[in-house]
């Protein structure tokens, strides 16, 4: 158990991001930009379904760790603050996932 949170590593990204530090992966995202940390963040999406399918329960986390890392970064790049998204999930507890999916546009249930 950890109490390090997401909101801890948004804070750990942001100023890594900014530091110019050239042994900063954080701020070597920063450079290549957007398009390359959603890339990034593809692969790392890919890599942790094949986990999930195919490979230890440590092996999963360990990707699920890559995938967060490397959203907290593109958001971050794009200027979408994390509390935006837990406000959005907040909103979302209201309702049932399939109540929530049928409000979205064209979102009737399958
Ligand atoms: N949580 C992470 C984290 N998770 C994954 N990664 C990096 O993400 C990369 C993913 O591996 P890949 O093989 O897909 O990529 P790669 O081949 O290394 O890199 P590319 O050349 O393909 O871009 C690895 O280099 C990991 O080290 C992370 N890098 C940083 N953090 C956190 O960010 C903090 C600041 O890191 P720096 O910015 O490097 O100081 C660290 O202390 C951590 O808390």
């Known amino acids: 158990m ?6 801890d ?24 930009g957007v398009a390359h940390a959603a890339k990034k ?7 942790t379904v094949i986990a999930a399918l ?6 999963l986390a360990s990707e699920a760790a890559d995938l967060l890392y490397h959203l907290l970064v593109l958001m971050h ?3 979408v603050p994390l509390s ?5 999930l907040a909103r979302r507890t209201a309702q049932t996932g399939l109540e929530e999916k ?4 064209g ?3 399958d």
């Open 9 to 32: 590593l948004e804070t750990i990204v942001a100023a890594r991001a900014g530091s110019g530090d050239p042994a900063s992966y954080t701020a070597r995202l920063k450079e290549k």
């Open 41 to 47: 963040f593809g692969e790392e999406a890919v890599e």
């Open 107 to 109: 979102g009737a249930a």
């Open 77 to 79: 790049l794009r200027h």
């Open 2 to 7: 950890t109490d390090f949170t997401l909101e």
């Open 84 to 88: 935006g998204v837990m406000a959005e």
């Open 54 to 59: 195919d490979e230890t329960d440590g092996r």
């Open 102 to 105: 049928a409000a979205r546009p």
